[in-house]
């Protein structure tokens, strides 16, 4: 899978404005996060050196992050689920302790059914159980689970653009 971007950090904006050309910026290494700053100053028509610069500050900043995307059925996780969770207390530092896990690589605050959604990626079955078992059944506050087994991954993307 090739490199990409994923846009954000739970941040609010910055001192860097999202003007036209950081959005530009953002959008070409969304669909190629590995495109040289020669070429991706030729495309939005800047010097490299400013290129250069302004992804700096968009990294610097939280705006944007660049990683490498996987597939983790290929390093050896068989097993990846989404987690439906409701609890009772600060959503906020239930969440902050769920974060903390390794498994866990997503986790969102959001309203409806439930109070958390969280995605774990794991080795096989015994080691989700013992996720969910042993670590976010165990977080006081955690009063109801429910467990999404995923069959296969249909889309991933991360190149919404910018508005």
């Not at 660049?66 to 390093?75: E, G, K, R, S, Y």
């Not at 097993?79 to 498994?103: F, S």
């Not at 079955?125 to 013992?130: A, R």
């Amino acid at each position: 899978m090739p490199t990409t971007i994923v846009t954000g950090k739970n941040r609010a904006v910055t001192d860097v404005t999202l003007d036209d050309t950081n959005k530009l910026i953002i959008e070409h290494l969304q669909r190629d996060g590995r495109m040289s700053y020669a070429t991706l100053a030729k495309t939005i028509g800047l010097s490299e050196a400013a290129v250069r610069q302004r992804v700096q500050r968009l990294l610097d900043n939280g705006l944007m992050q660049i990683v490498a995307v996987t597939d983790p059925l290929t390093l050896g996780f068989a097993r990846q689920a989404m987690v439906g969770l409701r609890v009772n207390g600060d959503l906020r530092a239930i969440a902050d302790k769920i974060a903390e896990i390794p498994e866990v690589d997503y986790v969102v605050i959001c309203a409806g059914r439930y109070d958390l959604l969280v995605e774990l990626v794991c080795t096989d079955d015994e080691h989700l159980l013992d996720i969910l078992n042993e670590k976010l059944r165990a977080i006081h506050g955690v009063s109801e689970t429910d467990t999404f087994m995923y069959l296969r991954l249909a889309k991933q993307t991360y190149a919404w653009g910018t508005r």
